[in-house]
């Protein structure tokens, strides 16, 4: 009688939003503000009237658990939007059904990791072998206890053996659809940690947090979608789950490290590709990874600022199958590929007696010197660039760059030490048209220790506005000299950019469309051409309009291809997506094909890389149309250039050439802020 009298609570409920929906329709469609969501959800576009009904999003809260004595397992949740509304599950009385699945895990007494209670027998069609794997259980019951409140009780039953002290976990994932309002599926999912006797929990896997892996993959969602945090994951990526058609564990401490470490696993560098089958014997292959940061950046993932209570358990718990997943062709029963000297590794706590987690010098055995990226090591003096001035910067004229190049320490260094200095002059600022490179390390020194180069090639007499002069180069040092671990590393300088004016009008920087800071959130410290290049802010002077890489690329594979910055960044993050090869020729001729590249994100979030507002249109009035020699128009327009890099079939080139006259493109009309089709409306997720 009580849930009886619950669901017609619901119905009333209910009937009565829809009612008051209806009569009030008129006014919403007049009068309703728009819902708190971002431009980066397609609610935030919706029909208000349409949205005020629906209520997007999904919200999935465990609220209590308990394991019966009997081994019942069940849980209590609720269902709501984000802003709290009780949801229906079965989408009767709300908008959407609420699928929901739930998976029960324990940590049993002197381990560190789950062990699953709901767990099934696959048998590969394969090989015919059979493993366990863990995942969400079947067969379950719901029964409603409230609005958007539930009791699912678990067919899965806990073993008689339950011990009652250790910590419990229970997750659950789940979808909202609501494609029928073009609002797409919503996901989320939630884990409830208990002690089955009742007393506080203690002891928990808490090493790598989701806000870490969203650094870069913006956001982290797999298997469809609702598995969304690294919380529920370890929930079923347990070191008890094997995939039985190649053999691999889903262990997620084994799994992660090697996907992420892909194509430079030696297994993978000896020919054995990393694969994993899921589900409908779908072939994962991890093959072609490229981490986007150096994998050695251990901190990108282990992060000490997440709030991760055991962030650093890489460095404190070393062990053979978290080490042994990237360093793979290590044998520790034999001790084959360890070290010279190295003994079989019987056990796990072997490890630390070496590898402590930071020694007193870098490449050490410890985890951190073990880990240390050379061009960042501590031990490296450091080159610092600072661009003073530029004297005799008139149009026509051949300008004179004055600069300093110190250590770290701020004390001088002599242009003699320097292995490399370069100094780029590119111009107007409005949009660079081409860029003069020089060797400066001839440049004169002065009495306060900066030095002056004076370019051997002019500024063009009819320039005019501002014009740019960028600083590049490095010197070798050499690292633990004399010793078995000596190496000779570029300790390369950041790059500096300093604008000038060329015809006395006030200087004007370049536009500022992505942030170096945007690119390491990926790539942890961003650094291409032999270390040289690690600014965008100097990227751009060369990866211009008119730039291709026709300087190197053999003539049997011509046309070139534009290396434009806005073209190659976009077709390089697109990768594998492209419908057609992206090949550029760079220095030494090396050959540099981006469409297996795999991007880790969501192309549809431009702020993931753009400097807030800077993909919006119209652009500037004064930007060149690209060199594009291998693209369907040739030169491309300035707006075209940046949308057909990722939309590359011939109809998204056809749209662009259809709605470009004489006068410009008329993109904006349509795609600009305002647009029917604005870039935040097509790119919602």
């Given at each position: 009688?009580?849930?009886?009298r619950?669901?017609?609570?619901?119905?009333?409920?209910a009937r009565?939003?829809?009612?008051a929906?209806v009569?009030?329709?008129?006014?919403?469609l007049v009068?309703a503000p728009?819902?708190?969501?971002?431009?980066?959800?397609?609610?935030?576009f919706?029909?208000?009237?349409?949205?005020?009904f629906?209520?997007?999003?999904?919200?999935?809260?465990?609220e209590s658990?308990a394991?019966?004595a009997?081994?019942?397992?069940t849980?209590k949740?609720?269902?709501?939007?984000?802003k709290?509304?009780?949801?229906?599950?079965?989408?009767?009385y709300?908008?959407?059904?609420?699928?929901?699945?739930?998976?029960a895990a324990?940590?049993?007494?002197?381990?560190?990791?789950?062990?699953?209670?709901?767990?099934?027998?696959?048998?590969?069609?394969?090989?015919?072998?059979s493993?366990?794997?863990?995942g969400?259980?079947?067969g379950g019951t719901?029964?409603?206890?409230?609005?958007?409140?539930?009791?699912?009780?678990?067919?899965?039953?806990a073993?008689?053996?339950?011990?009652?002290n250790a910590t419990?976990?229970?997750?659950v994932?789940?979808?909202?659809?609501?494609?029928?309002?073009?609002?797409?599926?919503?996901f989320?999912?939630n884990?409830f940690n208990?002690?089955?006797?009742g007393?506080?929990?203690?002891?928990?896997?808490?090493?790598?947090?989701?806000?870490?892996?969203?650094?870069?993959?913006?956001?982290?969602?797999?298997?469809?979608?609702?598995?969304?945090s690294?919380e529920l994951c370890?929930?079923c990526?347990?070191?008890?789950?094997?995939?039985?058609?190649t053999?691999?564990?889903?262990?997620f401490k084994?799994?992660?490290h090697?996907?992420?470490?892909?194509?430079?696993l030696?297994?993978v560098?000896?020919?054995?590709?990393?694969q994993?089958?899921g589900?409908?014997?779908?072939v994962n292959?991890?093959?072609?990874?490229?981490?986007p940061?150096?994998?050695?950046?251990?901190?990108?993932?282990?992060?000490p600022?997440?709030?991760?209570?055991?962030?650093?358990?890489?460095?404190?718990n070393?062990?053979?199958?978290a080490c042994?997943?990237c360093?793979?062709?290590?044998n520790?029963?034999?001790?084959e590929?360890?070290?010279?000297?190295s003994?079989?590794?019987?056990?796990d706590?072997?490890?630390?007696?070496?590898?402590?987690?930071?020694?007193?010098?870098?490449?050490d055995?410890?985890?951190?010197g073990?880990h240390?990226?050379?061009?960042l090591?501590?031990?490296?003096?450091?080159?610092?660039?600072t661009l003073?001035?530029?004297?005799?910067?008139?149009a026509?004229?051949?300008?004179?760059?004055?600069?300093?190049?110190?250590?770290k320490?701020?004390?001088?260094i002599p242009?003699s030490?320097?292995t490399?200095?370069?100094?780029d002059?590119?111009?107007?600022?409005?949009d660079?048209a081409?860029?003069?490179s020089?060797?400066?390390?001839g440049?004169a020194?002065?009495?306060?220790?900066?030095?002056t180069?004076?370019f051997?090639a002019?500024?063009p007499?009819?320039?005019t506005?501002?014009?740019s002069?960028?600083?590049?180069?490095?010197?070798?040092?050499k690292?633990?000299?004399?010793?078995?671990?000596?190496?000779t590393?570029?300790?390369a300088?950041?790059?500096?950019?300093?604008?000038?004016?060329?015809?006395?009008?006030?200087?004007?920087?370049?536009?500022?469309?992505?942030?170096?800071?945007?690119?390491n959130?990926c790539?942890s410290?961003?650094?291409?051409h032999?270390?040289?290049?690690?600014?965008?802010?100097l990227?751009?002077?060369?990866?211009?309009?008119?730039?291709t890489?026709?300087?190197r690329?053999?003539?049997?594979?011509n046309?070139?291809?534009?290396?434009?910055?806005?073209t190659?960044i976009?077709?390089?993050?697109?990768?594998?997506?492209?419908?057609?090869?992206?090949?550029i020729?760079?220095?030494g001729?090396?050959k540099?094909?981006?469409t297996?590249?795999?991007?880790?994100?969501?192309?549809?979030?431009?702020?993931?890389?753009?400097?807030?507002?800077?993909?919006?249109?119209?652009l500037?009035?004064?930007?060149?149309s690209?060199?594009?020699?291998?693209g369907y128009?040739?030169?491309?327009?300035?707006?075209?250039?940046?949308?057909?890099a990722c939309?590359?079939?011939?109809?998204?080139a056809?749209h662009?050439?259809?709605?470009?006259n004489?006068?410009?493109?008329?993109?904006?009309?349509?795609?600009?802020?305002d647009?029917e089709?604005?870039?935040d409306?097509?790119?919602?997720?």
């Amino acid at each position: 009688m009580d849930t009886m009298r619950n669901r017609v609570g619901v119905l009333t409920t209910a009937r009565l939003a829809a009612v008051a929906a209806v009569l009030l329709g008129s006014v919403a469609l007049v009068s309703a503000p728009k819902p708190a969501y971002s431009k980066r959800e397609k609610a935030f576009f919706a029909d208000p009237s349409i949205v005020a009904f629906v209520r997007p999003g999904l919200v999935v809260q465990i609220e209590s658990a308990a394991i019966a004595a009997d081994g019942t397992i069940t849980a209590k949740f609720k269902i709501t939007d984000p802003k709290g509304l009780p949801l229906d599950r079965t989408g009767t009385y709300t908008p959407g059904a609420v699928n929901t699945s739930f998976i029960a895990a324990t940590i049993l007494a002197g381990q560190q990791q789950y062990t699953a209670y709901t767990t099934r027998l696959q048998t590969s069609p394969i090989t015919g072998v059979s493993a366990t794997q863990a995942g969400a259980d079947a067969g379950g019951t719901y029964q409603q206890v409230g609005e958007g409140e539930y009791v699912y009780t678990f067919h899965t039953k806990a073993p008689a053996t339950i011990d009652r002290n250790a910590t419990h976990s229970i997750g659950v994932y789940s979808s909202r659809n609501l494609t029928e309002f073009d609002l797409g599926t919503s996901f989320d999912d939630n884990v409830f940690n208990f002690v089955p006797n009742g007393t506080p929990v203690v002891t928990t896997r808490d090493v790598v947090r989701t806000t870490s892996c969203n650094q870069c993959h913006d956001p982290l969602s797999a298997h469809g979608g609702a598995r969304k945090s690294t919380e529920l994951c370890i929930l079923c990526h347990t070191p008890q789950t094997t995939d039985p058609d190649t053999g691999n564990t889903v262990d997620f401490k084994v799994m992660v490290h090697k996907i992420h470490q892909g194509e430079g696993l030696p297994s993978v560098e000896a020919g054995v590709p990393y694969q994993i089958i899921g589900f409908g014997q779908g072939v994962n292959d991890y093959s072609s990874v490229v981490f986007p940061a150096d994998v050695r950046t251990c901190e990108k993932c282990h992060d000490p600022n997440s709030g991760a209570a055991q962030a650093n358990a890489y460095l404190a718990n070393p062990t053979r199958d978290a080490c042994g997943s990237c360093h793979d062709n290590v044998n520790f029963a034999t001790g084959e590929n360890h070290s010279a000297d190295s003994l079989p590794e019987i056990s796990d706590r072997q490890c630390a007696n070496c590898h402590t987690p930071e020694g007193e010098l870098d490449f050490d055995p410890s985890i951190k010197g073990a880990h240390v990226i050379p061009r960042l090591s501590k031990s490296l003096p450091g080159t610092v660039f600072t661009l003073i001035r530029v004297d005799n910067g008139a149009a026509g004229k051949q300008p004179a760059v004055t600069f300093s190049v110190k250590d770290k320490s701020g004390a001088p260094i002599p242009l003699s030490a320097m292995t490399r200095l370069g100094l780029d002059l590119a111009g107007p600022t409005t949009d660079y048209a081409g860029v003069i490179s020089e060797n400066a390390l001839g440049a004169a020194a002065n009495a306060d220790g900066s030095y002056t180069y004076t370019f051997t090639a002019a500024i063009p007499a009819t320039a005019t506005g501002t014009f740019s002069i960028g600083i590049e180069g490095y010197r070798n040092v050499k690292l633990l000299p004399g010793t078995k671990k000596e190496v000779t590393v570029r300790d390369a300088g950041a790059n500096q950019v300093l604008s000038f004016s060329v015809d006395g009008s006030p200087v004007a920087e370049r536009r500022k469309v992505v942030a170096i800071e945007n690119c390491n959130q990926c790539h942890s410290s961003l650094s291409v051409h032999g270390d040289n290049r690690n600014q965008t802010v100097l990227c751009v002077l060369c990866h211009n309009p008119n730039g291709t890489d026709v300087a190197r690329r053999p003539a049997e594979e011509n046309p070139p291809e534009t290396i434009d910055f806005r073209t190659m960044i976009h077709k390089i993050h697109t990768g594998e997506e492209l419908n057609s090869e992206f090949t550029i020729y760079g220095f030494g001729g090396s050959k540099n094909d981006f469409t297996d590249v795999r991007f880790p994100g969501d192309r549809r979030n431009c702020e993931k890389c753009h400097v807030p507002g800077s993909q919006q249109l119209p652009l500037n009035d004064n930007l060149l149309s690209v060199v594009t020699p291998r693209g369907y128009t040739n030169p491309t327009p300035p707006t075209a250039a940046a949308c057909l890099a990722c939309h590359t079939d011939k109809p998204a080139a056809s749209h662009a050439l259809s709605n470009t006259n004489t006068l410009g493109e008329a993109c904006a009309v349509c795609h600009g802020p305002d647009g029917e089709f604005s870039i935040d409306k097509v790119h919602a997720r």
